[in-house]
């Protein structure tokens, strides 16, 4: 499995001279921040774009979007997604596959859906579009449409993530979007899944905590501040983190 967590403007350059990052996690929406932009455009790694649904509830335009991918000349493009809104997915998917077809980079779709069925659905279908290459697995909205399931302990959603692995026949690459609670756990078990991204290390750090050495950990603030200031300790500390959680990977088969 590769990785890529994210961390405040102020923590790139640094972040990367630590070589923490397998490859580059592009939010869309921070790309109007010029040093961000620089940053990134430079950049000769890997890069996935996403679409900045997560943070802002919905993905940015979808001629944004696709500028910015072959501005940075970007590997995968994260296609447009609504939270928890299925038809508004599927919908979005439509559009923008009816445009852009012919893109010279590969599509990441993330199901959605406010309820299990719905999502599941969701997942269905996209199994079946030949330019969907990659389903991205949102931690969040797992975690929402499985509420049943999941409301008792957060941890069940990284079971849950589990078990909608290891029961679909994929028959696509898996990025799981977001890692929580079980993190280690579930980066040591699931075989299936290429490349993870997410925030945990530094906002662990901003909280004062390291992972367990299990790889759990309970994490409080939801989302990253991206503009805070640089702080060394806090540094430090994330990087720690960050290669806990790397060292399970090596459990993977």
Known sequence: MEF???VPISYLRGWRD???????????????D??????????????????SAYELGKSITIEDLVKWAYDLKVDVLIAPDHIK????????????IREYKNLPFQLMVVPQGNKASE???????FQTQSRADI??????????????????????????RLNLVEQ???????????????????????????????????????EGKLVNTDGT????????????????KIFNLAKDNAFILKGFSKNVS
């Open 4 to 6: 890529a967590f994210e």
């Open 18 to 32: 630590a070589n923490i990052n397998d490859y580059e996690f592009i939010l869309a929406h921070l790309l109007k």
């Open 34 to 51: 010029k040093y961000y932009y620089d940053f990134y455009k430079e950049s000769t790694k890997y890069k996935i774009l996403d679409n």
């Open 85 to 96: 809104d299925k038809d508004k997915t599927i919908q979005y998917w439509e559009d923008f």
């Open 119 to 125: 999502y599941l659905q969701c997942l269905d279908y």
């Open 135 to 160: 389903i991205g697995l949102s931690y969040r909205t797992i975690s929402n449409a499985f509420h049943t399931i999941c409301q008792t302990h957060e941890n069940d959603v990284t079971t849950t």
């Open 168 to 206: 679909t026949r994929f028959k696509k690459p898996i990025h799981l979007l977001g890692l929580e609670s079980n993190g280690g756990i579930e980066i040591a078990t699931n075989n299936i899944a290429k490349t993870l991204d997410s925030a945990t290390p530094i906002i662990l750090a901003m």
């Open 217 to 232: 950990f309970e994490r409080t603030i939801r989302h990253l501040d991206f503009q805070a200031e640089f702080d060394k």
